[in-house]
């Protein structure tokens, strides 16, 4: 290839590369804005979008089979058929999209679901009617590493977050099923006892708590709230809180213990190691106060009723029009707004929630 080949073929890449991250960056706004059909089309470029640090791709999957080996899902009907369902990367993003999983699990002759073994445990409990009927077999990514997938007896592959373009581009096809997690309710008693025995006052409700969001950086800078600002929900009497936080918070709670505000943190609860027992704890609560992260499809899932406290610039999964007060993928939670970059009214909204006693959140879920 002369130099003048290599040239030209460099600034094709360049532009198809512009596209590719053009286009992922324009599903996100157009999911901002409650434009579904366009925008779930384009949200599979985030299969092929570079992304920064160790994940390769915007959505970055195991993928067992190339779609030589095994087509690729487009949107056929699956009566009678066998589909592979492959987990997304983020934890949050596996939780949420597996809400709708219950619509396919119906229509498909027989669904595979391949997750990561933080998830397994859960899954099974919360689709082990689905699995004893023989609609739903759910498999590691082990099994996947190995090879152990009967490929001959599948139809379609699919990634997970890939569903929606094919099925659920009307916002009236979401939440179909509540609750549509289940936690160990053993594990969750006795939490919530163990609780209630610390608590330093009598105690009307419990309250699950998480301030701080996103992986690193700029990222989690934007979607957290700092830890002096956060500890005004505590003025609330009556009130225990339960820190569901994943990462290093104990330093933080003994500080706010120290200041004499009525807040638990258990060493025997690691979501990073152990998301199942995490999911308990979650459930032992009544309520929860959370910002946007894996903390909400918990409790939205387990449908407690949460109050998410969510940024100016949250992600595709929120709609950005602040009519909007209640989450379309989780009917039980509801959404405290950051305004021109104070925290100040979101945290007093979750503030007068809790003195409320928690209701149920009510409000729009969409403005289309």
Partial sequence: MSCIQQDCSADIDKKQQT???????????????????????????????????????????????????????RGECLAGKRLLVLDEQ?????????????????EAGHLDLLLSDRLIPIYNRSF???????????????????????????????????ICRHRFTDIATYSPTV???YAN?????????????????????IVGISWRGGPKGARMKRKSVSVSEFSSIFSIEDTLFISLQYGQSKPIVDRWVADGHNVIHDDTIDPLKDMDNWLSQVSACDAVVSVANTTIHG???????????????????WFVDPNVQRSYWYPSVGIAR?????????????T???ADGCPRPTGSISTI
Wanted: charged share 20%.
């Fill in 19 to 73: 596209i590719i991250v053009g286009s992922w960056n324009y599903s996100n706004i157009l999911l901002k804005h409650q434009y579904f059909e366009r925008g779930w089309r384009l949200y599979d470029y985030g299969l092929v979008s570079p992304a920064n640090g160790k994940q390769r791709w915007q959505r970055c999957l195991a993928k067992p089979f190339s779609y030589n080996e095994l087509a690729l899902w």
């Fill in 185 to 205: 309710t053993d594990l969750a008693a006795q939490l919530r006892s163990k609780y209630l025995s610390q608590s330093k006052s009598s105690v009307r409700q």
């Fill in 338 to 350: 950051q305004v021109d970059g104070s925290w100040q009214t979101a945290l007093q909204k979750a």
């Fill in 179 to 181: 609750p549509v997690l």
């Fill in 128 to 162: 082990a009617a689905s699995i004893a009927s023989g609609k739903l077999t759910i498999w590691s990514r082990k099994f996947a590493i190995e090879n152990k997938l009967p490929l001959e007896k599948i139809d379609f592959q699919t990634p997970l977050g890939s």
């Fill in 90 to 106: 983020a934890i949050g993003d596996g939780m949420q999209f597996l809400s709708l999983l219950d619509s396919l699990i119906s």
């Fill in 299 to 317: 409790a939205g899932g387990l449908n407690i009723p949460t109050m998410c406290l969510l940024s100016e610039d949250p992600d595709w999964r």
């Fill in 352 to 354: 007068n929630w809790v």
